[in-house]
């Protein structure tokens, strides 16, 4: 694992929901960035983030920056406290298992390298996939799956599997040493406590889109 620059800023506690707008904030600053702009102003990150402007302060008090009255946040020194909080400062080695359509997107999204996270594996219990290759990796065979995470020093893992096979990837990931599960397969899987697992269900939340456009058309009628 190659170390960039930096370490996190501070040992303070930061509450996970705090944690989970730091990429939203992240993402902002870097779209600021592009401006070829200096400050930025609470409000402005708060629009661009879908919060509001107190939140953006409470949120960034916990890093230590407590911007300047007036003027806003300077954004590349706050570009930088979010970078070491979120650890990517850091390359971290990634393994994709299950190269369906939905691991071959993931496998070709640029987004991926370019904020630190290399795919070095891409795994499938498929023999007729085993050895396609995926951009510039080949995919390799799921029994391979704990010595390849070994290895390579996987840090995280992604499923992309069917739901059926997610536990099972999951145990394999945690049996090799992974601690960092993102799951995109459509099941709850059980990890140990010390490992982190963050889920991505894509139908549950086209659902919930379906919930609130179904009420808007229902009030539309009404009204």
């Known amino acids: 694992m190659a170390q960039r620059s930096g370490t996190p800023s501070n040992a303070r506690k930061i509450p996970g929901a705090a944690v989970a707008r730091l990429p939203l904030y992240y993402r902002a600053l870097l779209e600021v960035t ?59 080695p990634v393994a994709i298992v299950g190269v369906g359509n939905l691991g071959h997107a993931l496998a070709n999204y640029g987004g991926l390298t370019a904020r630190g996270f290399r795919v070095l594996a891409l795994v499938d219990a498929d023999p007729a996939k085993v050895g396609s290759r995926v951009g510039d990796l080949a995919v390799e065979a799921l029994d391979d799956l704990v010595e390849i995470v070994r290895g390579r020093g996987i840090t995280i893992g992604i499923i992309a599997t069917p739901a059926m096979a997610a536990q099972a990837v999951a145990d394999q990931l945690v049996a090799a040493g992974v601690q960092s599960i993102l799951n995109f397969a459509p099941a709850v899987i059980t990890v140990p406590e010390e490992v982190s697992v963050r889920k991505v269900d894509l139908a549950t939340e086209l659902q919930i889109l379906s919930f609130y456009q179904s009420h808007r058309r229902i009030k539309e009628r009404a009204s």
């Open 34 to 92: 592009e401006e070829d702009v200096d400050t930025v102003s609470s409000d402005r990150l708060a629009t661009m983030a879908g919060v509001n402007a107190a939140q953006v302060r409470k949120d960034l008090s916990y890093l230590g920056s407590y911007g300047t009255r007036g003027v806003g946040y300077e954004v590349p020194f706050l570009l930088d406290r979010i970078s070491r909080e979120l650890g990517l400062t850091h390359d971290w």
